[in-house]
């Protein structure tokens, strides 16, 4: 499985951006799918995820109500709208994917970097 994350950019505090991520390979093998991200000098956390089949979704806090996770599944592409961006959201995203409910991710994309400057 192969995934591509793009999308990225340099925006300012409040604009919006959408990140994608294509995935390829055995993309029927994949149950869940996530954004990650790291912040400079950060260790990387969730940001949130989306079960492919029924597009139930999960939230970091700290992106509720800003930031929303959704899937194309014809497309093979998984989607991270990102609203009202604050300076805090700097980081470089990463998409994930894993094949079952729970468990660790088994495959990851190369980031993509967004700045969000105040």
């Known amino acids: 499985v192969q995934l591509q994350a793009f999308g990225g950019g340099v925006v300012q505090a409040g604009d919006s951006l959408r990140l994608s991520c294509a995935f390829s390979?055995?993309?029927?093998?994949?149950?869940?799918m996530a954004w990650f991200r790291q912040a400079p000098g950060k260790e990387r956390e969730f940001a949130a995820s989306?079960?492919?089949?029924?597009?139930?979704?999960y939230y970091k806090d700290s992106v509720k109500g800003r930031f929303t996770i959704s899937r194309d599944n014809a497309k093979n592409t998984v989607y991270l709208q990102m609203n009202s961006l604050k300076p805090e959201d700097t980081a470089v995203y990463f998409c994930?994917?894993?094949?079952?409910?729970?468990?660790?991710?088994?495959?990851w994309g190369q980031g993509t970097k967004v700045t969000v400057s105040s």
């Open positions: 989306i079960t492919l089949s029924s597009g139930s979704t």
């Open positions: 994930a994917a894993r094949n079952g409910q729970f468990g660790n991710y088994n495959y």
């Open positions: 390979g055995r993309a029927y093998s994949m149950y869940v």
